[in-house]
Nanobody
Framework: QVQLVESGGGLVQAGGSLRLSCLVSGRTFSRYAMGWFRQAPGKEREFVTTISWSGGSTDYADFVKGRFTISRDNAKNTVYLQMNSLKPEDTAVYYC????????????????WGRGTQVTVSS
């Protein structure tokens, strides 16, 4: 049974930082690309960032470039999202997901998802 569990969300002031984690169990973590998506109230789920199975390749949505960093530790079956210079518009539920495809930005290409962690940025 594949499970993804996100943690690290919370309430932070604008300009602050948070580090999200996603622990994966039930599959060989190092064989899969990982992605982070987010969904704000009344909006569609959108791509944030992805990292290849090896960690050697990453891709970011334009609105987080230079502020967010994705990384992974295959020994710990965990992917991270370091979020700096947070803005109120970053407020959303953040989801991690796994994919067979490196560099995927469409949610349809991801097969397993976590339940999400809430990030709220106050102005």
């Amino acid at each position: 049974q594949v499970q993804l569990v996100e943690s690290g969300g919370g309430l932070v002031q604008a300009g602050g930082s948070l580090r999200l984690s996603c622990l994966v169990s039930g599959r060989t973590f190092s064989r899969y690309a990982m992605g982070w998506f987010r969904q704000a109230p009344g909006k569609e789920r959108e791509f944030v960032t992805t990292i290849s199975w090896s960690g050697g390749s990453t891709d970011y949505a334009d609105f987080v470039k230079g502020r967010f960093t994705i990384s992974r530790d295959n020994a710990k079956n965990t992917v991270y999202l370091q979020m700096n210079s947070l803005k109120p518009e970053d407020t959303a539920v953040y989801y991690c997901a796994t994919s067979y495809v490196d560099g995927a930005t469409r949610p349809q290409v991801y097969d397993y998802w976590g339940r999400g962690t809430q990030v709220t940025v106050s102005s």
